[in-house]
């Protein structure tokens, strides 16, 4: 079983997206046949064995075994993953292009650059998984405060000109060599259920 799975098929992406069929991968994490995972999410064993069939047609569910008991045959079923993710390619020509937007503190372009991401990554580990090989990633994820939105704008502005210097100083346009992207984000996290309800950033704002 993969830990992440990224849909790109809308059908697929369509499949999983049933709130049954949702319940339903998820108890399947841990292998289970049909009247345990109707145990497990408190629904008739008739309904899950439908829903059963739509994932396991569309790949998001696996045989394990087969198991006689008494004149019937139980089949015990995996989900093919512990976690799921819907590509922007789902969508094909209605994802967001990265390219539409050319300002750093935009938080349309900061979307549409998560969405490339799930999206290229997905591609390039299923190629990874496909030939068995490891595939080579590189991430930071950490939170700070800042006083006031100065400081923000100081820290986005000494960031982008550290990771421009180092881009700089190690890309090598030469022939064979491997192309890499890299991608650093900043935005708020939220409190609970709260709606962040900050003005957009702006450079006007930042130096207020």
Known sequence: MKDIEVIEDPRVAEVSLDPMRSQILEALVEPASASMVAGRIGAPRQKVNYHLKALEAAGLVQLIEERRKGNMTEKVMQSSAASYLISPQALASMAPKPEKYSDRF???????????????VGKLLAGAVAARKPLATFAIDAELDFANARDRAAFAAELSAVVDGLVKKYHDDVPGARRHRLVVALHPTLKDTTVITEPHDSKEQDHE
Request: charged letters at 15%.
């Open 106 to 120: 935009s938080a349309f372009w900061l979307l549409a650059l998560a969405g490339r991401l799930v999206a290229e």
